[in-house]
């Protein structure tokens, strides 16, 4: 019965603070760059062929890759500031079990990673239903392919989530999670493809653009499973972390 | 009853032991107050007790058992640790029903605690417009949120008016009064003179004194006699200790000021002063801090009667 109650405490901490209005603020942006260049933007030929077709469409909705590096950074932040803030210290007076405060951190933070992925990938394709009739263009894409675009999206914001609220765990610092997140999602994937490039299947970005229907490699369940791994290993590494460690 | 147990504790940072071989027990029905010099490590064993920290050696228990241990630590124990261990940009009721939902306690506990501690019209204020005082009212108003019967505070004056000190000290009385174990560290000497029943005095980890803060302040009785060296000899064979402070006047340490008196007489000497001596909990203070044995702060001058 305590685990809910953790939980619904771990909400009400991300609800409580302005932060997911910076994060939705972010996404807005986003969707009004991608609106932008669905109106303004023109292929290398003069043309809007980057829309003309359903897949063309489908890519452009696909929000993954984003869902899983803005989740990262939000999860990063949220766990790391707690220590910064000194919250964990009530935070692990209440509940002195510490595995249990941490995964209801992970669970509401996975959650919110979601939900940030879905709004994310929302707006996407609300503005590319919009914008696309502006140019002139059908809305191709079908409530399947829509749906597996949001539903990815989803998936990669939760992961991403996961992802950031480890290495906030590990690093405590704000800035320094924001760093790890940022070096883990967007600086290192594509090093270590120019070093091997076998590892070009299982970076994030790829891995998100599978499950949104917009890449063909890995295979779907594989990619479910790899990306999964991105988000749980981090969290795994943290909550070993902060199990061990001291906590002030 | 919850009586707080530390046994043998050790903890350090690095190769400095902060805390060094620490016993004590803190008893319930009673106010304990914790004294150290800064740097004493009486944050650090507090941390320990509340398993915010592991010891490198010994255990420390509150009512026999770890603090990770308790099935409903909010219930049991009330901590005010940080003076600012809130999230700036929350509400102070916010931050209250946090707490309130990680341990099942209803909404309109948070509104009697900010009632208790005068945040209710700065309920809704972000914490980080509070002046320290305000924060601490609210760091109480989180311990006292589960209506624990142990209370574990780490400087819970500071920041506080006058007012505030006078309301912080009638509430840990009465919580004492009422059969709870109040734990409470604090630089303000005065204020622990006021509201302590018992000490516990820690200097660089390690233990200094500890006891009932009226038998600690005793520091030994004046005796004035015409035969000073016929007394000594007599006190000390009954195993006092006996320093002389003037021609005829000694301090004596080790019986009662009746025993005294009673050997006195039955030696047929004559006593023209027989006055036990206090000394103020700042003088104490300083002697047990900057000495090692404890008992060399009663032979300190300025002692008062």
């Known amino acids: 019965m305590t685990w809910p109650r953790l939980v619904r405490a771990e909400i009400r901490k991300l609800s409580t603070t302005k932060m997911p209005w910076g994060f939705l603020i972010i996404l807005v942006i986003i969707s009004a760059t991608t609106a932008t260049a669905v109106i303004v933007g023109e292929d290398m030929d003069g043309t809007k062929g980057f829309i003309a077709t359903a897949a063309d469409q489908q890519s452009l909705m696909a929000f993954g890759a984003n869902a899983m590096m803005i989740a990262g950074l939000f999860g990063a932040i949220a766990v790391a500031r707690e220590y910064g803030h000194g919250t964990v210290v009530p935070t692990f007076l209440a509940a002195p079990r510490r595995h249990r405060a941490v995964l209801a951190q992970y669970t509401a933070i996975a959650l919110a990673g979601g939900l940030l992925g879905l709004v994310g990938a929302t707006l996407s394709a609300v503005v590319v239903a919009i914008s696309v009739p502006i140019v002139d263009y059908d809305f191709l894409v079908s409530a399947a392919d829509l749906t597996q675009v949001l539903a990815a999206s989803t998936f990669a914001g939760a992961a991403g989530a996961l992802l950031g609220a480890g290495l906030g765990a590990v690093v405590r610092n704000t800035g320094g999670a924001v760093t790890a997140a940022v070096l883990l999602l967007i600086i290192v994937p594509p090093i270590v493809v120019q070093l091997a490039s076998q590892a070009a299947d299982w970076v994030p970005s790829v891995l998100a653009n599978v499950l949104s229907g917009v890449a063909e490699q890995p295979d779907l369940l594989s990619a479910l499973a790899a990306l999964a791994a991105w988000g749980l290993i981090p969290a795994a590494i943290g909550l070993v972390a902060v199990q061990r460690r001291d906590v002030v | ?305």
Not at chain 2, 218 to 233: A, C, I, K
Not at chain 2, 278 to 289: I, K, P, Q, R
Request: negative net charge.
């Open chain 2, 1 to 305: 009853m919850h009586q707080l147990v530390v046994e043998h504790v050790t903890k350090s940072y690095g190769h400095d032991a902060v805390v060094d071989d620490l016993s004590f027990s803190v008893e319930p029905g009673r106010v304990t107050g914790f004294l150290g010099p800064n740097g004493a490590g009486k944050s650090t064993t507090m941390k320990v007790l509340l398993d915010l920290a592991s010891a490198d050696r010994g255990r420390a228990t509150i009512g026999g058992t770890r603090y990770h241990e308790l099935r409903d630590p909010m219930r049991t124990v009330g901590v005010v640790l940080e003076p600012n261990a809130f999230h700036p940009a929350r509400s102070a009721r916010n931050h209250l029903r946090i707490l309130a939902d990680s341990a099942g306690i209803p909404k309109a506990r948070v509104e009697e605690m900010l009632d208790l501690v005068g945040l209710t019209t700065a309920a809704t204020k972000h914490v980080g417009a509070y002046s320290l005082g305000m924060r601490q009212r609210l760091s109480l108003a989180a311990a006292l949120l589960g209506d624990p019967p142990i209370l574990v505070l780490d400087e819970p004056g500071n920041g506080l008016d006058p007012q505030g000190i006078r309301e912080l000290r009638d509430l840990l009385r009465s919580r004492a009064g009422d059969g709870g174990t109040v734990f409470v560290s604090s630089h303000l000497l005065s204020e622990v003179e006021h509201l302590a029943d018992e000490v516990v005095v820690i200097n660089a980890g390690r233990l200094v004194t500890a006891g009932a803060l009226p038998e600690l302040r005793q520091l030994g009785t004046s005796v004035r006699t015409p035969s000073p060296q016929r007394l000594t000899d007599i006190l000390q064979a009954a195993g006092a200790t006996v320093q002389a402070r003037d021609e005829q006047a000694l301090l004596v340490r080790g019986l009662s000021s009746t025993e005294i008196g009673d050997r006195a007489c039955a030696a047929g000497i004559a006593l023209h002063e027989l006055a036990a001596l206090s000394g103020s909990l700042e003088d104490l203070f300083l002697g047990w801090t900057h000495q090692d044995e404890p008992t060399d702060a009663a032979g300190k001058e300025d002692v008062r009667k």
